[in-house]
């Protein structure tokens, strides 16, 4: 498994941002946190639920200086295909962050999510730091679906340690109170 708190792997990729074939990089996201997901394929069932749950909390992600980025191993022309199909009929019309094209499979591979018996990536999600260090990796089998709200917490627990030192216990969120690193820290969030 990728290591945590170790560099990102570098990724360099044509994409579909919104609606447009771009090639892009981890390097074009510098300065800002990352969210980077990987789903198993285009036109499939459960990957257009969360493509549209990222989408609807786009804002919260940019509110964050965070991009969300989507990665499969389908081509940019599945992507845009699938991306002109309405959500109606099982598409994604209306995503607009960008979707990489992993068809070498070196992306996945890297991540270390590529599910060697079907030759696509398992649910991979990332969450990469402004200096594209790994802080969070969370796996998912393919059947089960992701809480984008996690990754949202997720983000919101790092940038408070990076700005406060503190540490987010368990179900932390910005509304609950943190607690320093420390027997004496845990003995006063108990006491709370």
């Known amino acids: ?97 960008p979707l990489l094209s992993d068809i070498n499979k070196f992306i996945a591979r890297d991540y270390e999510v590529l599910h060697h018996s079907d030759g696509i990536a398992l649910r991979g999600l990332f969450i990469i730091d402004k200096d594209n260090v790994v802080q969070a990796a969370l796996v998912n089998n393919l059947p089960l679906g992701r809480n984008v709200q996690e990754a949202i917490r997720l983000v919101d627990a790092l940038q408070h340690h990076e700005e406060n030192g503190d540490v987010c216990p368990a179900n932390w969120t910005k509304e609950q109170p943190s607690m320093q690193a420390t027997q004496q820290g845990v003995k006063e969030y108990f006491g709370q």
Request: aromatic share 14%; hydrophobic share 40%; net charge negative.
């Open 1 to 97: 498994m990728i290591t945590i708190g170790k560099k990102a792997p570098f990724f360099e990729a044509e994409a579909v941002v919104n609606g447009e074939i771009q090639n892009i990089s981890l390097n074009s996201f510098d300065g800002q946190y990352k969210v980077l997901f990987f789903y198993p394929l285009d036109f499939t069932f459960v990957c257009p639920t969360e493509l549209h749950a990222f989408e609807a909390l786009k804002d919260e992600f940019a509110k964050r200086n965070t991009q969300v980025i989507g990665c499969s191993v389908d081509s940019v022309h599945s992507h845009q295909a699938w991306l002109n199909t309405p959500k109606k009929l099982g598409g994604i019309e209306g995503v607009t962050y």
